[in-house]
């Protein structure tokens, strides 16, 4: 195989916003809602340490032995993204592999904060990944879509705004190819209530305001919306706020740990909530963290829905691609095809390289260009001509699956229903969860027969375990 793409190191020209004023040095900042790579004495902004951020948040690198055993649980191939160290970190993924391979269930969590009408590409990475992830595991996907967040963190959104950008927003999720029978997508303004918002004053009633402070930075002029907000986004990570899909019976639901695929600024939520989780006894949601794609004005920057010029959204025209690529992105190649040609590129820092290490599937074709590119074979405008190719691919494909994402197809994914799913398809599943993955009303109980069928499965299980325990044992 190729040799892989590192993580950008070197330094890089200033943040998204062309409008910022030149901050003094200071380090780099990543949190929910702040990102931002360390400013230089020169008043550069280098790239994202992530090495670094590994050490502070306390996770572990997706190294090549977790790979390795990944690839033998499920018998795929790793995703690009774990390949080329795009998502990179994560806490107790080996549990998720245990509980595949025994065949015990686990459901997949992530969410989108509505802020714009149109998502970009620098969101939509996420739930690419998550699709491949539901695809190889064969398991229920629950989305969040935190309108009330956007409400709460922004002095200028009304309620009615940020609503409308959820119902945008559920039709992008929609159109990145998800299984309707395996994926439940739910606005907390419309969801909350029942199972889910007991949760959700359990975890609030475990999180004092010194905590929530130290955690998030929040401070005494911060309102009491966003300090309460962590336990509606933990309590998503909990199976038994959502009985109709896991079933009503706490006890056993409580058990199923949640995956949760998500950018590493989100990771605090995830602390509070993993702490918050053994002391209601629920089981621990593991958590596997990606890199930032970065915005169009080089890594150290991030991508922002409200400043046109520093992301590919997934409304725009092949030209607009076209344009923003060619007018910003940001270059490692020399001043002139001349100098070019003599010195060569660094692909390290530049966009155009950056963006096709999270587009573009072969490894061997990637690495031959960020070599071509370092030894001046490859000029920028090349580089960034075969990026817009990628892009325009991409955003056309996505469109048009969008355009069969109708209002209708809206309330199906968002309607409260059982989901079906298999799990590892090569060994019987321990527990059957859903009130119905064989044909149940829907009311979120199972019926006697269901209920005979889930003992004998359970009896069944329990003696393949034990041969194999046998097995081992010898």
């Known amino acids: 195989m190729a040799s892989q793409p590192e993580a950008p190191t070197a330094d890089v020209p200033s943040v998204a916003n062309p409008d910022a004023p030149s901050d003094p040095s200071h380090k780099q900042t990543v949190d929910p809602w702040n990102v931002s790579g360390e400013v230089g004495e020169d008043g550069k902004v280098k790239a994202i340490d992530y090495n670094k951020l590994v050490e502070e948040f306390g996770t572990k690198l997706i190294d090549q032995d977790i790979l390795d055993r990944f690839e033998r649980v499920t018998g795929h191939k790793p995703h690009r993204f774990l390949r080329r160290q795009?998502?990179?970190?994560?806490?107790?993924?080996?549990?998720?592999?245990?509980?595949?391979?025994k065949g015990e269930p686990f459901f997949l969590y992530t969410g989108r904060g509505p802020s714009s009408d149109s998502m970009h590409i620098g969101h939509t990475q996420i739930f690419d990944f998550c699709?491949?992830?539901q695809d190889v595991f064969d398991v229920p996907l629950v989305v969040m879509l935190t309108d009330d967040e956007k409400f709460l963190f922004s002095e200028k959104r009304t309620v009615e705004e940020v609503i409308g950008y959820s119902k945008d927003n559920c039709k992008d999720i929609i159109a990145i190819g998800f299984d309707p029978d395996k994926t439940f997508i739910f606005s907390d303004y419309e969801f909350m209530g029942g199972a889910f918002y007991r949760n959700v004053t359990r975890f609030s009633k475990l999180v004092t305001y010194n905590v929530a402070k130290a955690v998030f930075g929040f401070n005494d002029s911060t309102n009491i919306g966003k300090i309460h907000f962590a336990s509606i986004q933990g309590s998503t990570a909990f199976a038994t706020s959502f009985p109709h899909i896991f079933g009503d019976d706490e006890k056993e639901s409580a058990k199923i740990p949640a995956l949760i695929p998500c950018a590493i600024d989100q990771d605090p939520y995830f602390r509070l909530t993993r702490d918050c989780a053994t002391r209601?006894?629920?089981?621990?949601?593991?958590?596997?963290?990606?890199?930032?794609?970065?915005?169009?004005?080089?890594?150290?920057?991030?991508?922002?829905?409200?400043?046109?010029?520093?992301?590919?959204?997934?409304?725009?025209?092949?030209?607009?691609?076209?344009?923003?690529?060619?007018k910003?992105?940001?270059?490692?190649?020399?001043e002139t095809a001349e100098q070019q040609r003599e010195l060569g590129g660094n692909p390290d820092v530049d966009v155009a390289y950056q963006y096709l290490?999270?587009?573009?599937?072969?490894?061997?074709?990637?690495?031959k260009l960020g070599q071509d590119?370092?030894?001046?074979?490859?000029?920028?405008?090349?580089l960034k001509a075969i990026c817009i190719k990628h892009l325009q691919e991409y955003v056309a494909?996505?469109?048009?699956?969008?355009?069969?994402?109708?209002?209708?197809?809206?309330?199906?994914?968002?309607?409260?229903r059982p989901l079906k799913w298999r799990g590892n398809p090569r060994i019987e599943r321990i527990v059957p969860i859903s009130s119905d993955q064989t044909g149940g009303a829907g009311d979120g109980k199972l019926s006697k027969n269901q209920l005979k069928k889930l003992e004998k499965e359970k009896q069944v299980a329990a003696k393949k375990a034990a041969k194999a325990a046998e097995k081992e044992a010898a």
């Open 357 to 367: 290490q999270f587009f573009m599937e072969d490894d061997e074709e990637l690495a």
């Open 131 to 133: 699709k491949w992830l």
């Open 373 to 382: 590119y370092r030894e001046g074979k490859l000029l920028t405008g090349e």
């Open 86 to 101: 795009i998502v990179f970190s994560h806490r107790e993924l080996e549990v998720i592999l245990d509980r595949h391979e």
């Open 280 to 326: 209601l006894k629920y089981a621990k949601p593991s958590l596997m963290h990606s890199r930032f794609l970065d915005a169009l004005q080089g890594p150290g920057s991030k991508m922002s829905a409200s400043i046109d010029t520093s992301a590919i959204f997934m409304k725009d025209t092949p030209n607009q691609i076209k344009n923003k690529i060619n």
């Open 397 to 416: 494909t996505f469109q048009g699956r969008r355009t069969k994402a109708t209002d209708d197809v809206v309330k199906q994914f968002m309607s409260i």
């Open 328 to 334: 910003y992105a940001f270059s490692g190649g020399q």
